[in-house]
């Protein structure tokens, strides 16, 4: 019972942090995205 | 005073012109009391026993059918305007929407408590009159916390879903109290209700003055 | 950097803390090696669930009171950070639950707690994510959160006299603080915890900056249109 409890808890761990990093790239991806869109237009 | 007994009058106005309110909360109270005499018959389980938690999951529930129209009702037809330019203070506008929604509520309750009573075989004595007044204390409780987060969800897409998602955990101290107050008055045991009815006195109190005081930032626009 | 420098700490801590867990502390008579559990728990639930709700109070309460919006943020983290920590909490305590009490839950005062506690911060975030505008989302979830987390004081209250009036089903757990070696290692978990805390917030914090700045660009890209 004992490492199955610490798996699990690093698993809830890294999944947040995973969904985490996905989530940061794709909105830096997105503002560098949108950044160079305005900065065409006057 | 005057503005208070204004509000309560005007939804109660409403009501007796549409009656959607009271009759749905009526009827949604008396079908689940059917449906757990269906449900519960054979299991051949004591009905004190399971009578408690029955009546609490008939009259939560039937209560956030009434409350989901309360506030929805003023969104949707833009008169939250009108009453927000009304001369009153927010938290007396709070306090009328909750006195309006209690007194529905109650009405209700105390049709479906008979029900209740005849459907499980139970004698109307003290024991009615007890229930009665723990559900008044309940329902206060449940009204207080229910009206703001009514005014929450009536702003939010999907009003219907919203309500019950974000009411039953915080009342879940109500449930507990009422729930077992009402099974210690039920089996006619030795009753020591006081800390429960505190609890249930509490809630109420401490709802009414949290919510006073912040609903004008739930209605502002 | 700074979330650079705290993601470094917390894994430098986490090393000597799990050793101490599995290999330096005494195994505990009664209930073996599943009481090694408790060392993760206890911290889980302390900064995890606790701190959550008082971190998600003073947000939601900042907001209302200055009105501005990086006390939303702060909320929604610590939101956050309740439901991945509660949740991860609960986990470890059904796994320690089985073989000590023979249930996966037992209906006990901090466990309840626990599991209302979870549902609330889980409809704080379900009530944001219902609110598309931006002003009203902060405001209305304020006043959710103010009034979730004034429920948590009655609900314990109301759970925790439920409980003494019927008997017990269950022996307490702990008997931690006993050993010297035990309270070392507690701490030392408790360390490890909190900095892990402070850096998945600080990490959630950065990330929910980006995405105000993505949504107000998004704007202003429609708007040039």
């Not at chain 2, 974000?166 to 109500?174: D, E, G």
């Not at chain 3, 470890?92 to 996966?104: D, E, Q, R, S, V």
């Not at chain 3, 889980?122 to 931006?134: E, G, Q, T």
């Amino acid at each position: 019972m004992n490492n199955r409890a610490f798996t699990l808890v690093a698993i809830v761990f890294f999944i947040h942090n995973w969904v985490m990093s996905s989530r940061q790239a794709r909105l830096e991806k997105k503002l560098e995205e949108l950044k160079n869109q305005l900065k065409d237009r006057p | 005073m005057k503005p208070l007994t204004a509000i309560v009058f005007k939804d109660i106005v409403i009501e007796m012109r549409s009656k959607e309110s009271i009759s749905s909360m009526l009827m949604f109270g008396i079908l689940v009391l059917v449906i757990f005499m269906f449900a519960f018959e054979s299991s051949g389980l004591e009905k004190t026993v399971i009578g408690p938690g029955e009546l609490w999951v008939a009259f939560s529930f039937a209560a956030i059918l009434g409350l989901n129209r309360s506030l929805a009702m003023e969104i949707d037809n833009d008169c939250l305007q009108g009453l927000l330019l009304a001369p009153l203070g927010r938290g007396e506008l709070y306090l009328g929407k909750v006195a309006s929604n209690f007194a529905f509520m109650i009405i209700a309750e105390f049709i479906v408590l008979p029900v209740f009573f005849i459907l499980n075989n139970l004698s109307f004595d003290q024991r009615f009159i007890g229930i009665a007044g723990i559900s008044i204390l309940g329902t206060l409780g449940i009204s207080a916390v229910g009206t703001i987060l009514s005014t929450i969800s009536a702003n939010t897409r999907m009003k219907e879903v919203m309500l019950p998602i974000l009411q039953i955990p915080l009342s879940v101290p109500v449930i507990i109290a009422a729930v077992e107050a009402t099974s210690q008055i039920l089996n006619n045991e030795k009753p020591e209700i006081s800390a429960w009815l505190t609890i249930l006195a509490g809630f109420s109190i401490v709802y009414l003055t949290v919510s006073y005081l912040v609903f004008e930032f739930a209605v502002e626009e | 950097m700074k979330v650079k420098i705290l993601a470094i700490l917390s894994v430098i801590t986490m090393i000597p803390a799990l050793y101490m867990i599995f290999l330096f502390a005494p195994t505990e008579a009664t209930q073996g090696n599943a009481q090694r559990i408790f060392y993760i728990h206890v911290p889980l639930a302390v900064v995890g669930a606790y701190g959550s709700a008082i971190m998600l109070f003073i947000g939601c309460l900042g907001f209302l009171i200055t009105r501005d919006l990086k006390w939303d943020r702060f909320a929604a983290c610590s939101a956050e950070m309740g439901v991945v920590f509660t949740a991860a909490q609960l986990l470890t305590a059904m796994m320690w639950a089985k073989p000590i009490w023979g249930t996966w839950y037992a209906f006990d005062s901090r466990g309840t707690l626990q599991i209302v506690l979870l549902l609330i911060y889980i409809a704080y975030f379900m009530l944001r994510s219902y609110l598309p505008d931006r002003e009203k989302r902060a405001k209305l979830c304020g006043v959710f959160g103010l009034l979730g987390m004034v429920d948590v004081p009655i609900n314990y209250l109301s759970i925790y006299l439920f409980r003494t009036q019927h008997p017990q089903p269950v022996i307490s757990p702990g008997g931690g603080g006993v050993d010297p070696d035990m309270a070392k290692t507690l701490l030392m978990s408790f360390i490890a915890i909190t900095l892990l805390y402070a850096y998945v917030f600080v990490r959630r914090l950065t990330i929910a900056k980006v995405e105000e700045e993505v949504d107000y660009l998004t704007q202003v890209a429609l708007a040039n249109e």
